[in-house]
Each structure stands twice: as structure tokens, then as C-alpha cells.
T-cell receptor
């Protein structure tokens, strides 16, 4: 049973528009959430995170929103750039836990 | 180098062979993790070291999988008697924190193909 779900395997967005990547989780013990970005033949790189005590965290063009009651988080990228084309993984962890549980990823394509 | 280094990048093994995958973490990082990423899936936790101590090996799929980090730096993941279902990318990550309120730094991975 998948505890972290990314239901959209792929997403295409025009350059300059907003990209919205979604993630749902089932484990109510998760209280820390991260997004990783992965280019082909490279390891995942950390993008942005959010703690359960917040509902929004912003870093430049990237914003993560957390809706705890819905067990849902989303990553907004605005404006989207061609270099943002990659696979984005949502990951979650419980309090004090060192284990990350990842979703299957969403492949974002930003079209020039 | 400044990042996490893994070798070999690609490994092809015949079923039944033993393989060893190496990870050289970022210097000074006390925490080291191994993850397995099957095709089309997200990374899945295998094991965790804090310095030389293996604190969690609950994710290792079978007793054919063994990991060590004898001096608290370089780590080796060993897979004995490889099976086709072991084919995956094995990712190593390190962190200077003992828990996940910080980011993990991943290596490029070792892609294992078992024929």
C-alpha cells in the first residue's frame, strides 16, 4: 500500500506558466515533507521542504503548500522554465524519523 | 569531490553472482543511507548508518543484502547470489544531521542489471 502517492505520472506546461505538482499521503504520522528533483542519470536533488506546523513555504519560484486535513501537498513553480523539466518526487517522514517515503514521481516537461 | 560518489555507475551481473556497490559520502557527513529505486518507482529505503553504526536495516529485502561502513566514511552494499528482481538503481545519500529535518545529498546511483 503506497503511503505517498503522486497520481500524475507526467505533466506538460508552457514556459512562463505555472506548474502544479500534487502529492497525497495516507500516514497521519508524517510531519515533514520534501520535494526532490531528478534529472536523467543523476541522483535526486533536494528542492524544498515543509514542516507540518506550516501550510506554506516559499523559495524563489518554488512554493510548497500543505493541507494536513486533506493529507495533500502541492508544489507550485512559477514561472516555469525549460530547465525545470525533470522528474519531481514527493517524500515524507515521521517525527524524528530518518526514513523518507517517496512517491513514484511526476515527470514535468516545460515547453519553450 | 564535493558530492556523494558512487561506483560502479553501471553493473551487469549474471544471476547468482555477488556484487559490491561502493559509496563515498560527503566528507564529515555522519549519516549515510542506501535506497533502492526500481524502474518507474520512487526510491525505497534500505538501510541507515550513523557513523559506523548501522542503526536501521529494516528495508533490506532479504538476507542476501548486506551493508557496512566500517570506519564511518565509505560504505559498501553487497548483494549475494543476485536475482533478476534485484535489478534497480541503488542510491546512496548522506547528511550531516541524524534525522530528516535536513536534506539528503544523493549520489548518481549504481544501476544494477541482473541477467
Amino acid at each position: 500500500d503506497q503511503q505517498v502517492k503522486q497520481n500524475s505520472p507526467s505533466l506538460s506546461v508552457q514556459e512562463g506558466r505555472i506548474s502544479i505538482l500534487n502529492c497525497d499521503y495516507t500516514n497521519s504520522m508524517f510531519d515533514y515533507f520534501l520535494w526532490y528533483k531528478k534529472y536523467p542519470a543523476e541522483g535526486p536533488t533536494f528542492l524544498i521542504s515543509i514542516s507540518s506546523i506550516k501550510d506554506k513555504n516559499e523559495d524563489g519560484r518554488f512554493t510548497v503548500f500543505l493541507n494536513k486535513s486533506a493529507k495533500h501537498l502541492s508544489l507550485h513553480i512559477v514561472p516555469s522554465q525549460p530547465g525545470d523539466s525533470a522528474v519531481y518526487f514527493c517524500a515524507s517522514a515521521g517525527a524524528g524519523s530518518y526514513q523518507l517515503t517517496f512517491g513514484k514521481g511526476t515527470k514535468l516537461s516545460v515547453i519553450p | 569531490g564535493a558530492g556523494v560518489s558512487q561506483s560502479p555507475r553501471y553493473k551487469v551481473a549474471k544471476r547468482g553472482q555477488d556484487v559490491a556497490l561502493r559509496c563515498d559520502p560527503i566528507s564529515g557527513h555522519v549519516s549515510l543511507f542506501w535506497y533502492q529505486q526500481a524502474l518507474g518507482q520512487g526510491p525505497e529505503f534500505l538501510t541507515y548508518f550513523q557513523n559506523e553504526a548501522q542503526l536501521d536495516k529494516s528495508g533490506l529485502p532479504s538476507d542476501r543484502f548486506f551493508a557496512e561502513r566500517p570506519e564511518g566514511s565509505v560504505s559498501t552494499l553487497k548483494i549475494q547470489r543476485t536475482q533478476q528482481e534485484d535489478s534497480a538503481v541503488y542510491l546512496c545519500a548522506s547528511s550531516n544531521l541524524g534525522h530528516n529535518t535536513g536534506e539528503l545529498f544523493f549520489g548518481e546511483g549504481s544501476r544494477l542489471t541482473v541477467l
